[in-house]
């Protein structure tokens, strides 16, 4: 019979996963679950378990339609009071403690207290999406709009329409987080994306078996709004994700913070803790901690069009950047382990991208360690395209300058905005302009004959862009040089600019259609042309 799993040996404690209430080593929640005030309710005690939880789901494989809401409740606890928020302290609006759920939440959940969450997830397999029209809202403070706080494999996707914020205080649009559990560090209690550490001298978990050999979300989708007063996105460290798609319709309002950590190297202890008999002293080095094999960075797209963003993204050894399809306009400062422009797409604005510096001796590679859990060995996958922006789109400097700090690789389309000075590409480490071509942006109007840098690399370019026609009346032709004037060389270390010349490819007094008026105009522009 479904119900409650007690700890048989002494019925003292309730052992709901990961529970407050359990006996296990590692829990990470600081309330009780809705079904644990239940059990209160059946034993006699009074309380209001809507004013903590607006629904629960405890059964696995649910297909469903949330409709149930989270607001404050009324004098008499029996009912919501439409659109007030709820100033619960760990309000909980959804909780999704089952497996291999498919649920979409379909009513508003206005869980404003402190520490405050719309939807928490828990469990494996859950696919979570929040409903066109439906708003989250966690804005006290501490509030996390959505939290995944256990498990792998989970999907969560905010559809176009929807809305999720939290606005107070170190509020987080979206944390992923699997938390620290109730007993510590101190003795060795922890869990985590291919990670499962015991306790009191236990060998770590058979990570094969449990719930935690694998990303813990695969897909986050944003197509709605996502806000968040300290970030719009929170990736701890304990927490692989694998994937972000930020798509049509989405608006991104805070920053996107990646902090996990999956090479062994990086993974020190931060306080003493006890491995049975042995203190492990703060600093040191484990080789006990990710097992996994190949690339477990998080890919970042965008994809969506007409997309514009501003916060910074900090992500430098675990983020790839991908703009695989539409457009975005991006403004602000990003830390990355790489970046790319798929063909295709449109990247513009005034970004700083600053690529993680790839391993010593040549190439743009990084060796990682981590445990193979099949075969206890420690293999070392290396990283490709490591401090590599590459652009096979579109790439436009408008608003401003944009600055590379690594290399750049381009054989797609360089633009700026060129009237009477060009917005540049500033790149530290080398360019590599092979197969590229240039283009203008919009309202931009170069002056024939003049020459305009467009780019600068300290560490040297190589190749150069084709002529391109901008106008039926302007050609732009492309010359790279050392920074001294002699010819560029590539990875000479002397630095190199690159530079185009607009040319007047045809009279302005050609154009068809013109009146004789016009025509008079024009023809007086083309000789003040010729002579200038």
């Known amino acids: 019979v479904p119900g409650i799993p007690v700890n048989v040996a002494n019925l003292s404690h309730l052992e709901l996963r990961n529970s407050l209430m359990s006996h296990q080593s590692f829990n990470n929640y600081l309330y009780l679950m809705e079904v644990e005030l239940a059990l209160l309710q059946d034993m006699g005690y009074t309380l209001d378990r809507r004013n903590y939880f607006g629904y ?79 708003s989250l809202k966690a804005d006290g403070t501490n509030g996390n709009g959505i939290l995944v706080a256990y498990g792998k494999n989970h999907q969560v996707t905010l559809a176009p329409g929807s809305s999720v914020t939290a606005l107070g205080s170190g509020g987080i649009g979206a944390a992923f987080d699997f938390g620290q559990g109730f007993c510590g560090i101190t003795y060795g209690i922890s869990r985590g994306s291919y990670f499962s550490f015991g306790g009191y001298g236990e060998l770590p978990l058979n990570i094969s078996l449990n719930e935690v050999d694998g990303p813990l979300v695969d897909n986050f989708t944003v197509q709605g709004t996502l806000a968040g007063k300290e970030a719009a996105i929170r990736i701890a460290s304990n ?87 539409g457009s975005l306009d991006y403004t602000g400062q990003a830390q990355l382990l790489s970046a790319e422009v798929a063909a295709g797409a449109v990247l513009s604005g ?34 490709q395209d490591v401090g590599l922006f590459t652009n096979h789109g579109t790439l436009l400097a408008t608003s401003g300058n944009v600055t590379i700090d690594g290399d750049l690789v381009t054989d797609g389309t360089l633009g700026s905005a060129a009237t009477f000075q060009a917005r540049q590409f500033q790149v530290t480490g080398t360019a590599d302009l092979t197969g590229s071509k240039l283009t203008v942006v919009p309202g931009a109007y170069p002056l024939p004959g003049r020459t305009y840098t467009y780019l600068t690399a300290g560490g040297g370019i190589t190749g150069n862009v084709t002529d391109s026609v901008v106008s039926p009346f302007v050609t732009l032709r492309g010359t790279t040089s050392a920074m001294s004037g002699a010819d560029a060389v590539a990875g000479s270390g002397s630095g190199g600019e690159a530079s185009f010349t607009a040319v007047q490819t045809a009279g302005l007094s050609s154009a068809a259609g013109l009146n004789a008026n016009e025509r008079l105009v024009a023809g007086a522009l083309d000789l003040a042309a010729n002579q200038a």
């Not at 003493?272 to 492990?280: A, Q, S, T």
């Open 56 to 134: 629960s789901v405890y059964g696995d494989g649910l297909n469903l339609t949330s409709t149930h809401p989270y607001f404050a409740r009324n004098g008499e606890g029996t009912d919501y009071l439409i659109g007030a928020a709820n100033n619960t302290t760990y309000g909980v609006g959804l909780h999704v403690y089952g497996s291999h759920n498919t649920i979409s939440q379909a009513a508003d959940l206005y869980a404003c207290g402190t520490a405050g969450v719309g939807i928490r997830v828990d469990g494996v397999g859950n696919k979570v999406t929040v409903a066109d029209g439906t």
């Open 239 to 325: 927490a692989y994700v694998k994937q972000i798609t930020i798509g049509d319709g989405a608006h991104l309002y805070g920053d996107i913070v990646n902090n996990w950590v999956y090479d062994n190297k990086d993974i020190v202890v931060t306080e003493p803790f006890y491995f049975g008999d042995l203190l492990v002293t703060a600093g040191q080095s484990l080789d006990l901690f990710r097992w996994c094999t190949g690339d477990v960075t998080t890919q970042l797209n965008f994809t969506g069009r007409g997309l514009s963003y501003d916060g910074a993204i900090r992500g430098l050894k675990n983020t790839r950047l991908s703009v695989a399809d």
């Open 350 to 383: 005034s970004g700083r991208y600053t690529l993680q510096t790839p391993d010593a001796g040549g190439g743009h590679t990084m060796v990682v360690s981590y445990i193979d859990y099949k075969t206890w060995k420690s293999p070392h996958y290396t990283a």
